[in-house]
């Protein structure tokens, strides 16, 4: 398997809380994801990153913010958790053009 | 807008068939098209990748098809067995800078012996 570890691998927050989660990966791939999967819609991007300092948007990327200061991790911060932001996320690698590597999610729950 | 739509959220055959899953998109031309495999509890993982200029693509007892002007790609797993128990998805490339991936819902295969 890839080396993606993404923690925690499961937390449970309160509305209005802080919540940030962390991606590492030990392959040294340029293209880091984050992705919500739901019951209905499948995997939706939030945001991308295609190098250190270097981010993008993705198609569900409002209330969530990334960082990416070193090659090995990319955070994905919720500022304030609303209960719409309970899902489980899973973070992804690759190089350009090439397959993605899913870690194993982390499952997430917003009361 | 980009649309993908796996035609069946659940199909379910007996062990030894072919399964087939279908995955058709509208408005977008990709340059490449892939297939990812999901248990309960896990990340998806990767299975194949078709180009737009490949007709078909096989590894073991899978094998892809992509029909660009049809907008279509079909999934064959040949002589199935339970352990193929899983959730297939497709996703077509964003042809942009990051390979972002836009995915399918998913289809269900349930294999019984």
């Given amino acids: ?50 190098g250190v300092k270097d981010t993008d948007k993705g198609e569900v990327s409002d209330g969530y913010s990334v960082s990416r200061s070193k090659t090995e991790d990319f955070l994905l911060t919720l500022e304030s958790a609303t209960s719409s932001q309970t899902s489980v996320y899973f973070c992804a690698i690759s190089r350009e053009n090439q397959p993605q590597h899913f870690g194993d999610g982390t499952r997430l729950s917003i009361l | 807008s980009q649309k993908i739509e796996q035609n069946s959220e659940a199909l379910n055959i007996q062990e030894g068939k072919t399964a087939t899953l279908t995955c058709n998109y509208t408005n977008y031309s990709p340059a490449y098209l892939q297939w990812y495999r999901q248990d309960p509890g896990r990340g998806p993982v990767f299975l194949l990748l078709i180009r737009e200029n490949e007709k078909e693509k096989r590894k073991e007892r899978l094998k892809v098809t992509f029909d660009t002007t049809l907008k279509q790609s079909l999934f064959h797993i040949t002589a199935s067995q339970p352990a193929d128990s899983a959730t297939y998805l497709c996703a077509l490339d964003k042809r942009q800078a990051g390979t972002a991936l836009i995915f399918g819902k998913g289809t269900t295969l349930s294999v019984s012996s």
Avoid: F
């Fill in chain 1, 1 to 50: 398997d890839a080396g993606i570890t993404q923690s925690p691998r499961h937390k449970v927050t309160e509305t209005g809380t802080p919540v940030t989660l962390r991606c590492h990966q030990t392959e040294n791939h340029r293209y880091m994801y984050w992705y919500r999967q739901d019951p209905g819609h499948g995997l939706r991007l939030i945001h991308y990153s295609y």
